[in-house]
């Protein structure tokens, strides 16, 4: 890891308070802030002051990653290489057994510091986490699980995994989002049909099983999306109930990444994707803002 990038995960590191405490506690009403409590990794890499990002994810990592968010690192001046490992609605569990079994079921989606993008199919997970020095590895769950405590199981297999494979990289989680009210997303029945319980029980659970798995560091556009849906941005933010809408849901979401993982606030960011308003930008940027300072509370009106 370079000089400059170990820097910037220092401060994201030491700010704020643990995310290890239990839910719902900040009883001081400080901003909970992001850290990862894993020791990083001694200096000596070759200094090139890029940032490498892997996803170990699904869909929701496509919506994160793959419009918005180098638009964003460019107009900052922060070079990053992006790595997604993508198949739709892939679980922790399915990650598991593909690392096991060696599946080539993934599609691996890399953007490079120029913005360039190459698409290689068939991927497998022991291949691509090498194919970069990698600073910062993501996993998730995936969207209908993942207020579910019971399908966790596999996680802690997946972080040892990644620890074996990549021991200077860290860790983070990405936490993602409710559904929209209106969905018709099979999964939206587990939580009641209902928004609000979904949310929560996506908060819950994820801060849970990263106390319980050694993650301490999350990437909140759960909370993100909840907070822009607060604002005259409106409650849905989707294009299809569950999938974030190309205008203004998928930048919260890499607002969002960029702040989590630079530690470089996003308000005052000077790009605006082309079909939303200055305005909209704003406000996005600071429902991503909010949930970095507070990743597991709704913290807009």
């Known amino acids: 890891m370079n000089q400059r990038i170990r820097s910037l995960l220092t401060i994201i590191i030491s700010a704020g308070l643990s995310l290890l405490a239990p839910f719902g506690a900040n009883a001081a009403g400080k901003a909970e802030t992001r850290r990862n409590d894993r020791s990083l990794p001694a200096a000596g890499k070759a200094d090139d002051g890029v940032l490498k990002i892997f996803a170990i994810g699904n869909?929701?990592?496509?919506?994160?990653?793959?419009?918005?968010?180098?638009?964003?690192?460019e107009a900052a001046g922060k070079d990053v290489i992006v790595g997604n490992m993508y198949i739709g609605g892939c679980s922790i569990e399915r990650h598991v057994g593909n690392i096991a079994?060696?599946?080539?079921?993934?599609?691996?989606?890399?953007?490079?510091?120029?913005?360039?993008?190459?698409?290689?199919?068939?991927?497998?997970?022991?291949?691509?986490?090498?194919?970069?020095?990698?600073?910062?590895?993501?996993?998730?769950q995936a969207s209908h699980d993942s207020g579910m405590p019971e399908t966790y199981a596999k996680l802690g297999e997946l972080v040892e995994w990644i620890h074996s494979q990549c021991?200077?990289?860290?860790?983070?989680?990405?936490?993602?989002?409710?559904?929209?009210?209106?969905?018709?997303?099979?999964?939206?029945?587990?939580?009641?049909?209902?928004?609000?319980?979904?949310?929560?029980?996506?908060?819950?659970?994820?801060?849970t099983q990263m106390r319980r798995n050694g993650i301490s560091a999350v990437i909140p556009s759960g909370t993100a999306i909840q907070n822009a849906r607060r604002t005259k941005l409106g409650d849905d933010l989707t294009r299809d109930g569950f999938h974030l809408d190309y205008r203004i849901g998928r930048y919260i979401a890499s607002a969002t990444w960029f702040e989590a993982v630079t530690g470089m606030s996003v308000v005052g960011n000077s790009y605006v994707p082309e079909n939303a308003t200055a305005e909209e930008v704003g406000i996005a940027q600071r429902a991503a803002h909010s949930a970095i300072r507070r990743p597991f509370r709704v913290s807009m009106n």
């Open 59 to 73: 869909s929701f990592s496509v919506d994160a990653l793959e419009q918005e968010f180098h638009a964003i690192c």
């Open 167 to 207: 021991p200077d990289a860290v860790i983070m989680f990405h936490q993602t989002w409710a559904y929209a009210k209106n969905s018709d997303h099979w999964g939206f029945a587990r939580y009641g049909n209902d928004q609000k319980r979904m949310y929560k029980s996506i908060m819950h659970t994820v801060r």
């Open 101 to 140: 079994d060696d599946i080539a079921d993934y599609s691996y989606r890399k953007i490079g510091t120029d913005g360039s993008r190459t698409v290689t199919e068939g991927a497998t997970l022991a291949r691509m986490i090498h194919d970069e020095d990698w600073d910062i590895i993501t996993v998730q």
